[in-house]
């Protein structure tokens, strides 16, 4: 599929959505965008920029030539930290691709604890000053290239941990999305269990309707996707978190599409154990 079928031609495309979006915390995304897409070479492409999305002649230009099976695109509203290129989404490392929409609560707080818990040999890798960046990398750190529902669970933990250590009631924020270019994670939670909107499907009609004038959805047939059974197990908590069960969606390629919520704990937050409920 070609960028710009993505990126510029639904009614309701991203960069429409960067200058009016309906749905986010800010009306207006003009801090900046980047686009990850997976082409011939060994690790993803990514092109970031500082300007508006709506804004950039770059961007319309490759949108228009460039084209991938699996595209991370992300437009930015900052929550403080620098408008610059090594701020916007998404952060690479290798192969892999990720995107965070949320904030670690009172984040120059933390950040010396959580960057001092990446582990040294990734931490130089570390371009720019966003939570956003600092989580991928925790995420790295534990082991998301082996079980990334694990390794973003642990990684919540931790931020969970010493934001409350530093008296931050609801440290967490966050739905994000990661990839390896053949599988794609999504992952929804908040401290305080009220999290961010993430939308996914598998009913080929619905994806029709929101991009009526994009003819490569029209194509597809009646069922491209089936929906995989989850664990459904109750997962213990202590300090540290473990990802729920996570729907598999097998695409007409033979690619996978993931999708894990991480369930607000039913108990308090005095460091007792606690159940959590696989999402689906």
């Known amino acids: 599929m070609r960028l710009d079928d993505l990126l510029y031609r639904p009614v309701n495309s991203l960069v429409m959505q960067s200058k009016h979006s309906r749905m986010g ?9 980047g686009v990850g897409w997976y082409g011939t070479g060994p690790t993803p492409g990514v092109y970031h920029s500082t300007e508006p999305a709506w804004h950039d002649r770059n961007l ?5 030539h460039a084209s991938a099976g699996r595209v991370f695109a ?3 509203a900052t929550t ?9 989404h998404p ?13 670690l609560l009172d984040f120059p707080k933390v950040k010396r604890d959580l960057a001092m818990a990446v582990e040294p040999s990734l931490y130089p890798e570390i371009e720019g000053s966003t939570d956003s960046e600092l989580f991928f990398y925790l995420a790295l750190t534990f082991g998301l290239e082996r079980n990334p529902r694990a390794a973003v669970a642990e990684a919540v933990g931790l931020i969970e ?6 008296g931050i009631d609801y440290p967490i924020q966050m739905t994000v999305a990661t990839t390896d270019g053949d599988t794609t994670w999504a992952f929804r939670y908040s401290s305080e269990g009220n999290s961010r909107s993430l939308f996914h499907s598998n009913d080929i009609a619905t994806l029709r309707a929101q991009y009526p004038d994009n003819p490569l959805i029209h ?3 009646r069922s491209p996707w089936r929906m995989a059974g989850s664990a459904g197990r109750h997962l213990r908590r202590r300090s540290r978190r473990r990802a729920g069960a996570v729907p598999v969606r097998p695409c007409a390629s033979g690619r996978r599409s993931c999708l894990t919520h991480l369930r607000h704990p039913s108990a308090g937050r005095d460091g007792a154990r606690r159940e959590v409920t696989p999402g689906g």
């Open 25 to 33: 915390v800010e009306t207006t995304n003009g801090d900046g965008f």
């Open 60 to 64: 319309r230009e490759l949108a228009g």
């Open 74 to 76: 992300h437009i930015r």
């Open 80 to 88: 403080g930290t620098a408008v610059q290129q090594t701020n916007c």
């Open 91 to 103: 952060f690479r490392h290798g192969r892999w691709l990720w995107m965070h929409n949320g904030v």
């Open 161 to 166: 941990d010493t934001g409350r250590r530093h």
């Open 219 to 221: 194509a597809i047939g």
